[in-house]
């Protein structure tokens, strides 16, 4: 029963951060009806500014915690101007391109983010700088650290603000005018192109905060961690309903789980013919299943409250 | 598994030849032609990956291959009449299989005069045989799964130990530090997989229980899920088949879910960047390298000089070997008087070199003779070096097996002791037999103590008859 509990903490900390990433994408897709495949690039982009930034204060001499928060705020700021560059270079100029232009020029961008990741930080893998002395709790059987606990709690009050700023304030209730209609939203006064850059800006954002706690956990970054984790993400975001905000971070977190508990039990349940490695089709055969059953995914395509 | 591999290499290879077949080949006779030219310039392809999570250990090959190409043209070999430079065409292979007998193909379609690498098994064994269809000789320095060697591809040689002899080294020596249970975690790579096989068998041949086995894969980075597993089973070591980057945040995330087992590896974890990416969780626990250390060597010390030197970065795993194989092959070439691989393959086998990882003399096989292994401790954020293990193939099933190839020893050293008179080739010829010897022990304990037992009275006859 222990085990299983711990599977359930693993996932949950794992599905966190799916979530926030998750919430990129949908808001892409429910403003512009564009996957935004570079998405998990800049979130690797944001785990590496602040591998630099926080490494460098640190040298300096600053107290650790500070030079944690600082590399969040740069790599925030730095990931919200990537966001807003790639809209303004390779998105919006194909606005009313066929549709599988924008997808195409997303991968390429990806590629591109890749590339220069590469180079700017070179190849080898890097180390996240430990931010919290190394407490560890144990509560009914299961074992869990202060990081877990704090990305957890990160994660829920990004998606609170997200939330008050999609349906409290007026640029939020642009996006959703815009998600609903572009053209009449645009004869009502709204700025098209201003809400889509903030969506973009917004959705990085998000992004950058996931990459600081993807760092903060496994204290690792590469400058290729982007891919699998945008298509987990992304598998999360289509489980929940993409362009449903409430569905993606229920789909990451639920990803997440069925991610932990099948890697740990699949072994058990096939009688070792399906190893423990396998645990990647998880995330594959929970998109392809909801796909051919339900393929608005679980909390539907409501187009009225898309963000 | 294999097969299907092979299969796969096999068409992408033929779509490859097709499309290679285009009219802009043009033969370049790369041979040396001494009457005509001054200059003849030797191709020899290298393969790792300079992509992906390994990308890392690819850059430090590559490293160790132009270190070596450098020296080499500085020297100014001549071979033919004709002097002799070096070119390394370098390929990316990304650790992925498909992508290896791609880039194998190309280099055979560039007419390389020969291949040094590629880095992992899982790459290695498919590109092995489009480089014998196609007579190039090729020389990892880093491919340690056994399959590599016993194809039956004369043109595939290694200056590294197989995961035979490490993984009997390391089941060895986790049975020494009076561990009784254990839990073992490949990332199901050629290698990796490769290397977990072989430590089980010798594990439990010396009495250690398996309790649990989880595999993960090559690009992995959370092993909470299996760890919680294996923290069930309360094992007292982790053995891990598989790369650093793996390795490392495995240990690391151990300690996290407060698993209190010792972690141990081959040389795919002992590295610089095992410890950085580990941290704390590496301390104190252990892995094996093939070879001595380079301290210990009588060339490693100054080689280790040259590449921090040339490159202003830390020796990460394979260069040391890499460069070995450049001159390996380099010096087959100049030996054969030749640099066309039909003329200076049959030198390679000859060869008899004091390298700078070990000393570099090849079985029929072409994998490297007696190879030994070296355990090293994370001390400090640096490897300690522990001890080596003998040539690998001794103390593996059960006592019996020990007994007898403790004769078969004694038989050598008598051997040793006449070497003097007979030559070196004797030692070797019984170290060969010591290690098939053990080798069939380890099949049957019993069946197998016999068979070490007739070999031992078959080396002593032969010692008599010398």
């Known amino acids: 029963m222990d085990i299983f509990l711990q599977q359930i903490v693993n996932g949950l900390v794992q599905g966190s951060i799916y979530a926030l990433v998750a919430l990129g994408y949908t808001m892409v897709y429910g403003i512009m009806g564009l996957i935004n495949f570079a998405h998990g690039e800049v979130v690797m982009i944001g785990t590496l500014v602040t591998i630099t930034v926080a490494g460098t204060l640190i040298k300096a001499g600053m107290p650790v915690a500070v030079a944690g928060l600082a590399g969040m705020m740069a790599a925030v700021l730095v990931c919200m101007a990537l966001g807003w560059a790639l809209e303004r270079v390779a998105y919006r100029p194909l606005r009313n391109a066929p549709r599988l232009t924008p997808l195409i020029t997303a991968i390429g961008m990806s590629i591109v983010l890749q590339n220069l990741a590469m180079m700017v930080w070179g190849r080898n893998y890097l180390t996240f700088p430990s931010f919290l002395p190394n407490m560890d709790f144990e509560l009914a059987g299961a074992h869990f650290t202060a990081i877990q606990v704090i990305i957890v709690l990160v994660s829920a009050a990004t998606m609170g603000a997200l939330l008050l700023l999609v349906y409290r304030t007026k640029l939020g209730m642009a996006m959703r005018a815009t998600a609903q209609n572009p053209a009449v939203a645009s004869l009502m006064g709204v700025n098209i192109n201003r809400v889509i850059a903030a969506a973009f800006v917004i959705g990085s954002a998000l992004g950058a905060v996931a990459g600081v706690m993807v760092g903060a956990y496994y204290e690792i970054a590469h400058y290729q961690m982007g891919f699998m984790l945008g298509l987990k993400a992304f598998t999360a975001a289509v489980l929940g309903g993409i362009g449903n905000l409430a569905g993606a971070m229920l789909g990451g977190i639920l990803l997440g789980i069925i991610e932990a508990l099948g890697a740990g039990y699949i072994g058990d349940l096939t009688g070792g013919f399906l190893g423990s490695h396998y645990q990647d089709i998880f995330a594959f055969v929970v998109l392809i299943v909801v796909l051919m059953f339900k393929p608005s995914g679980l909390f539907g395509e409501k187009s009225g409250d898309r963000a | ?466």
């Open chain 2, 1 to 466: 598994m294999q097969a299907r591999l092979s299969v796969i290499a096999l068409s992408v290879a033929t779509v490859f030849a097709l499309s290679a077949c285009g009219p802009k080949e043009e033969p370049k006779p790369v041979a040396a032609a001494p009457d005509a030219k001054p200059e003849v310039v030797v191709k020899l392809g290298h393969v790792a990956p300079m992509t992906g999570p390994q990308a890392h250990l690819g850059k430090d090959n590559e490293n160790g291959a132009v270190l070596a190409i450098e020296e080499l043209n500085a020297q100014g070999m001549e071979i033919g009449g004709a002097k002799v430079k070096f070119e390394l065409i370098n390929e990316d292979d990304g650790a992925d299989p498909k992508q290896g007998a791609i880039v194998a193909q190309k280099l055979v379609d560039a007419k390389v005069n020969g291949v040094i690498g590629h880095l992992n098994s899982g790459t290695t064994i498919p590109a092995s045989k489009m480089y014998f269809d196609a007579g190039i000789p090729q020389v990892s320095g880093s491919a340690t799964n056994p399959k590599y060697t016993q194809q039956g591809f004369k043109t595939a040689f290694r200056v590294m130990a197989n995961d035979i002899q490490q993984g009997l080294a390391l089941g060895e020596f986790a049975a020494k530090q009076g561990v009784k249970t254990v839990a073992i975690v490949d990332d199901r790579t050629a290698y990796g997989q490769g290397l977990a096989d072989e430590f089980k068998k010798a594990a439990e041949a010396a009495g250690i229980k398996v309790v649990a086995t989880e595999y993960t894969t090559d690009k992995a980075t959370d092993f909470k899920a299996i760890l919680t597993k294996i923290k069930s089973t309360k094992a007292e070591l982790i053995f891990f088949g598989g790369m650093d980057a793996q390795g490392g945040p495995l240990a690391k995330q151990a300690k996290q879910l407060g698993v209190k087992a010792l972690f141990l590896g081959g040389d795919g974890v002992c590295t610089p960047e095992f410890m950085k990416l580990g941290g704390e969780a590496a301390e104190g626990n252990y892995c094996s390298l093939p070879g001595s250390p380079l301290e210990k060597l009588a060339n490693g010390p100054a080689f280790k000089e040259k590449f921090t030197k040339r490159f202003n970065a830390e020796i990460q795993l394979y260069a040391p070997y890499v460069y070995d194989a450049v001159w390996v092959v380099a010096e087959a070439m100049k030996r054969a008087d030749s640099v066309e691989p039909a003329k200076y393959l049959a030198e390679i086998g000859k060869t008899k070199r004091d390298g700078v990882t070990a000393q570099i003399a090849f079985d029929e096989f072409g994998d490297l003779k007696g190879g030994a292994i070296s355990m090293y401790k994370y001390t400090d954020g640096k490897l300690e070096y522990v001890e080596t293990l003998g040539g690998g193939a001794v103390a593996t099933a059960g006592s019996e097996v020990k007994e007898a190839v403790a004769e078969v020893k004694d038989a050598a050293k008598a051997v040793a002791g006449a070497a003097t008179a007979v030559g070196k080739e004797a030692v070797s010829d019984v170290k060969d037999a010591a290690k098939a010897a053990a080798e069939a022990g380890k099949d049957a304990v019993k069946a197998g103590a016999e068979a070490v037992k007739n070999a031992a009275d078959a080396t002593k006859a032969a010692v008599d008859k010398k």
